[in-house]
């Protein structure tokens, strides 16, 4: 049985997952993942939503016996991989296959750090006091040792970092804890595995080799499968740059303070110069000034109070890592942080250095009381390009969102991706007769003054004939903040607004109300699936250009005008298409789901690239009648 007809009328899904309905574009992409399977080489499929891409990857994998990775965008498709859809697909095709699941160090217990902490005995607040205590009684009846099984601590909880290890403060092999960590025997049954589920964040780790010691995922697998593939230029570019940040800082110091009291109680100046640390790093920080912001490096290098900021930080690190130097010796916990203050005294180097750095973007991002110094390359393809070739067999790239307009090509220049193989699947859902697309006439341009309160005029009658039921999608914060400021009090609907409560939660509550209305920004515009009448409406204030003042970006422009290129047509418009399709996709999520997409930005129309997004979007009826959508909802 090939693969065509393992996802046929009479193959083993059909039999054995109800509801299966057979459908021509997961077929085909079945066949091509078994034909690259068999043959090597490069993929890259956009399947559009409903294509069940899933298991038209899924079951000829499981069908080939060849050893495997899968990697998810997030932490959250990755289980649902691993818990939901490859128990099915298993269990159909009879094929007993080892799978494993595996996600960073950061979602996994240290004993060694939860000990140091309880050793330390000193919290800065009482809640993170009787949180430790939670987590020292699960940490006794844990087997994986993950932390989302402990739901009483929560995600965000400033004791996580403190109990859970990173590549920098990990003490590898001499841990004394080495053979109960709970990291390394996910890492062992991973290597031990069939088919591996990781995520992005993960697979970038092994590719650039951060991982120390630990890069061994790769090497192993004969075929590599990347969904949600569209996210994997950003975050490559985060693993291939250099990055240091006041946190990394802060740990480093009050880690030592810790080892120190363990193993070198005679040497008190290694507390004081430890000490010395934070207070650089904080003062760095107000020296980047009070606001909240993203910039590049050169806007305040040259201020006094910066340079001053950055030669005291580097005179303290460096006095630490002379100190660490001669304790190291002591113990493998100072051992491990003298190797960090070397790591990080570099960093510190090249991220704020004076000399040219081509292709990259010095930057800086200040937040609260920390801050990131960065270096990041604007070029990835030619390493990621190498990585691949030094990996030979098969790799897929799929997502509902690769292409522009016909083609792949901004997509594979950003990764380097040759001489591959492509197929583009349609939506099986039936666009012509289930939605309608509105434009609303007599917009102003979207960088007037009072385009948002336009818009939202104009959406007002869109959502009373929806009966609630919506989703408004903005580009911005501040135009989310103005929209519900205006509809407060406005709406016969619930209101929802992100930031208010957990993004899950906001999703639960619109899916109970069944006729709520969700404000919200970037993280709604993916990874969202609302299916049933629920969510009838989607409405996107502006084409999802990138904010002209993000600095990796303003260097992008840079640097390709400087080759002569065109930074507009070759990189923003491409990224906002994808872009665009990732927040329509919201709207039509199973075959049975009716809806309105309303794209409010009038250069749609008015401007000679509005015919580039259109042409990616599904085929929906259009009109600039609300009348007609007033009917639609009626009908």
């Not at 085909?28 to 298991?55: N, P, S, W």
């Not at 067999?393 to 090509?409: M, R």
Request: charged share 25%.
């Amino acid at each position: 049985m090939d693969a065509t007809e393992l996802l046929g009328p009479k193959g083993p899904l059909a039999r054995q997952v109800p509801g299966f309905a057979p459908r021509p574009q997961q077929q085909a992409m079945a066949a091509a993942v078994a034909a690259i399977l068999e043959d090597g080489g490069i993929l890259i499929v956009e399947a559009g939503t409903g294509t069940g891409k899933t298991f038209a990857y899924l079951a000829p994998v499981l069908r080939s016996g060849a050893r495997v990775i899968i990697s998810t965008g997030t932490r959250h498709l990755q289980d649902q991989l691993y818990h939901q859809d490859l128990p099915v697909v298993r269990r159909a095709l009879k094929i007993p296959v080892r799978v494993a699941l595996l996600k960073g160090r950061g979602n996994y217990l240290c004993l060694y750090r939860l000990q140091a902490t309880e050793q330390e005995g000193r919290l800065p607040a009482r809640e993170q006091v009787a949180e430790l205590r939670r987590v020292h009684r699960w940490a006794g009846r844990t087997r994986r040792g993950d932390i989302a099984e402990i739901s009483d601590v929560p995600e965000s909880s400033p004791l996580w970092p403190r109990v859970t290890s990173t590549v920098d403060n990990c003490l590898g092999q001499d841990c004394p804890n080495f053979n109960d960590c709970f990291f390394v025997k996910a890492r062992r049954e991973a290597l031990a595995a069939d088919v591996l589920v990781i995520n992005h964040h993960l697979f970038c780790a092994d590719l650039a080799l951060k991982e120390t010691g630990f890069a061994e995922l790769l090497p192993g697998a004969e075929a590599v499968i990347l969904d949600e593939a569209h996210q994997l230029p950003e975050i490559a570019t985060h693993f291939f740059g250099r990055s240091l940040s006041g946190r990394q800082l802060s740990e480093l110091a009050r880690d030592t303070i810790v080892e120190q009291a363990r193993d070198a109680a005679d040497f008190p100046e290694l507390r004081q110069r430890a000490e010395a640390l934070e207070p650089a790093a904080l003062a760095l920080r107000q020296a980047l000034g009070a606001a909240e912001r993203r910039a590049l490096w050169r806007e305040v290098a040259d201020r006094p109070a910066v340079r001053e900021a950055i030669g005291q930080a580097t005179e303290v690190l460096e006095r630490l890592r002379e100190a660490l130097k001669e304790a190291a010796q002591r113990g493998k916990g100072l051992e491990n942080c003298a190797r960090r203050a070397e790591d990080l005294t570099q960093r510190l180097a090249a991220v704020t250095g004076e000399e040219n750095a081509p292709d990259s973007a010095r930057w800086f991002e200040t937040y609260g009381r920390g801050f990131t110094l960065k270096l990041t390359p604007l070029d990835i393809a030619p390493t990621f390009r190498a990585r691949l070739a030094a990996q030979p067999g098969a790799w897929i790239f799929t997502s509902a969102t690769l292409a522009v307009g016909e083609g792949f090509e901004h997509f594979a220049t950003r990764l380097g991706l040759e001489d591959y193989a492509a197929l583009r699947l349609d939506s099986p859902f039936d666009f012509a007769r289930h939605t309608l697309l509105y434009h609303p006439p007599g917009l102003p341009d979207p960088a007037a003054p009072g385009y948002t309160m336009a818009l939202l005029d104009a959406a007002l009658p869109v959502l009373e004939a929806s009966r609630g039921r919506a989703f408004l999608l903005f580009t911005s914060y501040r135009a989310l903040r103005e929209a519900e400021e205006r509809l407060a009090g406005r709406l016969d609907y619930p209101l929802l607004v992100q930031g208010a409560a957990p993004k899950a939660v906001l999703l639960r509550e619109f899916r109970a109300s069944g006729n709520a209305v969700l404000l919200g920004t970037a993280s709604f515009w993916e990874g969202v699936d609302v299916r049933g009448e629920a969510l009838s409406c989607v409405i996107i204030d502006r084409l999802p250009f990138a904010a002209p003042g993000d600095p990796v970006l303003q260097s992008r422009i840079e640097s390709l005008r400087q080759r002569g290129d065109d930074p507009f047509l070759q990189y923003q418009l491409p990224q906002a298409v994808i872009a665009l399709k990732q927040g329509v996709g919201r709207l039509i999520r199973d075959v049975t789901d009716r809806g309105v997409l309303m794209l409010c930005d009038p250069r749609l129309l008015s401007k000679f690239y509005g015919r580039v997004f259109l042409d990616s979007l599904p085929p929906m009826p259009r009109t600039r009648k609300l009348e007609r959508v007033q009917a639609f909802f009626a009908g």
